[in-house]
C-alpha cells in the first residue's frame, strides 16, 4: 500500500469481497532527515515515497479493518535507485528513477516479503497483465489489454 487511491482502494475491494488483506508498505526514504540542512527547507513534506504515505496507508488499514505492515528498504533504496539517479543526472543524463524503483524493490523484494509472510498474491492496484516468460523463468509486468 503506497499511501495513495489505487492501492487503498484495491485493499479495500478485495476485503469487501471477503478476501483476505495484509497492507504491505515499503518505506523508502525519510525526506525528514535532510529538514533544516543547508539548502533544505526546515519542514519537508508531501514527497514521493515520504513518511507522509506510510501513515496515510496505516490510516487506510486501520479504516478498512486490515493488519499493516511497514518493510524498511531505505538503505537499500538509497543504493539502488538514487546514487545510481544522481550518478546519472551528474552524467548529462535523464534518468528515471521509479523504474530502477519498479525493478529493483517494488516488484522484486516486495513480492518477496509478501511471500515470506505467506501471502499468495500480490495486489498493487495498478492495471496491468502479468505473463510467465519461460525462456527468462521470470514473471513481467505488462501493459493492460484495455488502455482506456
Known amino acids: 500500500m503506497s499511501g495513495g487511491v489505487d492501492s487503498s482502494t484495491v485493499a479495500a475491494m478485495l476485503r469487501a469481497d471477503g478476501h483476505s488483506v ?3 508498505t515499503m518505506q523508502l526514504w525519510n525526506q525528514r532527515r535532510l529538514a533544516g540542512r543547508e539548502g533544505m527547507p526546515e519542514s519537508v513534506q508531501g514527497r514521493c515515497c515520504s513518511l507522509d504515505d506510510v501513515y496515510d496507508a496505516r490510516g487506510v488499514a486501520q ?26 543526472y551528474l ?19 516486495l513480492l518477496i516479503v509478501a511471500r515470506q509472510i505467506g501471502a499468495d498474491t500480490l495486489a498493487t492496484g495498478h492495471y496491468a497483465r502479468v505473463e510467465f516468460d519461460s525462456q527468462r523463468e521470470r514473471w513481467l509486468l505488462k501493459r493492460p489489454t484495455d488502455l482506456a
Open 22 to 24: 495484509i497492507g504491505l
Open 63 to 88: 479504516a478498512i479493518g486490515i493488519p499493516y505492515y511497514v518493510v524498511n528498504h531505505e538503505e537499500r533504496f538509497e543504493r539502488e535507485v538514487v546514487r545510481p539517479f544522481v550518478a546519472e
Open 91 to 109: 552524467s548529462g543524463r535523464t534518468p528515471i528513477p521509479c523504474s530502477l524503483c519498479n525493478n529493483h524493490l517494488k516488484f522484486d523484494q
